[in-house]
T-cell receptor
Framework: SQTIHQWPATLVQPVGSPLSLECTVE??????LYWYRQAAGRGLQLLFY??????ISSEVPQNLSASRPQDRQFILSSKKLLLSDSGFYLCAWMDLRGIYRLIGNEQFFGPGTRLTVL | GIQVEQSPPDLILQEGANSTLRCNFS?????LQWFHQNPWGQLINLFY?????KQNGRLSATTVATERYSLLYISSSQTTDSGVYFCAVGYQLIWGAGTKLIIKP
């Protein structure tokens, strides 16, 4: 079965410091991968998605970036964190094969990273 | 872009009650999911339901794609049902603002 991992679970960082959050998926190949951010008490905002190694699409302009160095690894980074970067970051995957088999485009989520920027 | 509206925004019920949560969307979609976010933040897939009706235990969902809405039914509520319920639509998932459900013992 498929499993998605995120780490760390919680993180407290000072303003201006760098950031690296990692997400890995097991049990599937060539998945679509997604990074979302959720502000307290709000819905999810899509930040980045990737359809393959080295392919990144950005949905929202910001000081964050994403990379996909391996098929099942997705990394969210920042060179200098802002206070507004605080939030709950979630990684998700979707099995691309589902599209061609017409069984749906269901996304599955990792446990999330709670980031506080002070 | 597609707009997704959920109602009600907040719902407080006694244990054992039934509830109906609604999701309206502004354009036709080929993907709709319902999620439950527990108090620890974990998003749990409830239903993938672009159309039709599905049931899973005390939960069921119905999507009427032609009328652009979906309903999530929770019967015999338990305190563990508390949390925020989201619907999301579309290939890249456009999210509603959620319904915060509190079940009191």
């Amino acid at each position: 079965s498929q499993t998605i991992h995120q780490w760390p679970a919680t993180l407290v960082q000072p303003v201006g410091s760098p950031l690296s959050l990692e997400c890995t998926v097991e049990g599937t190949s060539n998945p679509n991968l997604y990074w979302y951010r959720q502000a307290a008490g709000r819905g999810l905002q899509l930040l980045f998605y990737s359809v393959g190694i080295g392919q990144i699409s950005s949905e929202v302009p910001q000081n964050l970036s994403a990379s996909r160095p391996q098929d099942r690894q997705f990394i969210l980074s920042s060179k200098k964190l802002l206070l507004s970067d605080s939030g709950f970051y979630l990684c998700a995957w979707m099995d691309l094969r589902g599209i061609y088999r017409l069984i749906g485009n269901e996304q599955f989520f990792g446990p999330g990273t709670r980031l506080t920027v002070l | 872009g597609i707009q997704v509206e959920q109602s009600p925004p907040d719902l407080i019920l006694q244990e054992g009650a039934n509830s109906t949560l609604r999701c309206n969307f502004s354009d036709s979609v080929n993907n709709l999911q319902w999620f439950h976010q527990n108090p620890w933040g974990q998003l749990i897939n409830l239903f993938y339901i672009p159309s039709g009706t599905k049931q899973n235990g005390r939960l069921s969902a119905t999507t009427v794609a032609t009328e652009r809405y979906s309903l999530l039914y929770i019967s015999s509520s338990q305190t563990t049902d508390s949390g925020v319920y989201f619907c999301a639509v579309g290939y890249q998932l456009i999210w509603g603002a959620g319904t915060k459900l509190i079940i009191k013992p």
